[in-house]
């Protein structure tokens, strides 16, 4: 993910984001390229960045696969809960 600051002076390209700030923005250039504006928050750029956590995510589906479970009574007695 790569961040861009842009200028102050970009009236036009501001009224975009203002836009955008209530529903998500298809940008289509003349050339019929699309792109697409979402305004995001913190939790949202730290998401982006979870994911790209390799050795995070490969946990995640090794954990995701595993079938086997262990009853909750047996929890609760190893904890000395019950």
Known sequence: MKTITLAEN??????????????????QLAD???F???????????IAQT??????MALLYQRARQTQTIPLDK?????GLS
């Open 51 to 56: 994911r790209r956590n390799q050795k995070l």
């Open 75 to 79: 929890v609760k007695r190893q904890l």
């Open 36 to 46: 697409m504006l979402s305004a995001i928050d913190d939790f949202d750029i730290e």
């Open 10 to 27: 970009l009236t036009e390209i501001h009224s975009v984001f203002e836009q955008a700030n209530d529903e998500d923005v298809i940008i």
């Open 32 to 34: 019929g390229r699309h």
